[in-house]
């Protein structure tokens, strides 16, 4: 028979669920970025740098309730797990956008829509689970889907590796862009990191 939870101790799933919708508004950002003017990329740092020091706070908070709780709503390693993976996702999307400033790139490969339209769902499908987690009902479906999507990023990766290697770019283009589509599906990787965890939290639940 489990415990019950105490007040304090349910302000982890609150925690992660606001660390996952901080994850929907950096997709938003990142698809802001496709669409945007050379002079309004800086801006969009910006608000992007702000979110990625709002889940960093999240994070820490996570971390701090952690490490006071003498009761934890499930496995203290699979808690540690779960923030920091949802911390990376954000940091990649960060980086992403840092680097096509930093770097000046005045345009983005085709095909890199479709790697950030992928975050995008995989952000909303998380921003989904979270709250799921106090139940751990309805699950299934988020890690299956995330699963796939990071399958199709990998392909999409592929892809615009490919066009980045046929020629059409010098040198040096290619060094630039080739980072922000690493850092891209970094993030990728990262959610299905996610989605593993809550699948193992809901078998161990179960």
């Known amino acids: ?67 006071s709780s003498f009761i934890t709503p499930f496995d203290r390693e699979d808690i540690y797990s779960l923030a920091s993976s949802l911390d990376d ?43 799921k987690l106090r139940s751990m009902d309805h699950l299934t479906e988020y890690w299956i889907e995330v699963n796939r999507l990071e399958n199709q990023a990998d392909q999409i990766h592929r892809k615009l590796l490919a066009h980045l290697f046929s020629g059409q770019y010098d040198a040096i283009e290619v060094l630039k862009l080739k980072q922000v589509v690493d850092v891209l599906e970094e993030a990728a990787d990262a959610f299905e990191h996610v989605a593993n965890t809550v699948e193992t939290i809901a078998v161990k639940e179960s």
């Open 1 to 67: 028979m489990r415990f019950s939870l105490t007040p304090k101790e349910t302000s982890f799933y609150d925690m992660f669920a606001a660390a996952a919708e901080n994850l929907v508004v950096g997709s938003k950002l990142l698809l802001e970025l496709l669409g945007s003017d050379v002079s309004a990329r800086a801006e969009i740092v910006e608000r992007m740098r702000a979110a990625e020091h709002a889940g960093d706070d999240t994070t820490h908070a996570i971390f701090h309730q952690l490490n």
């Open 89 to 131: 996702i954000m940091d990649f999307m960060e980086e992403a956008v840092d680097l096509v400033v930093l770097y000046d790139i005045e345009t983005l490969p085709k095909g890199i829509e479709e790697q950030i339209e992928v975050l995008a769902r995989a952000a909303e499908l998380t921003a989904d689970a979270m709250p």
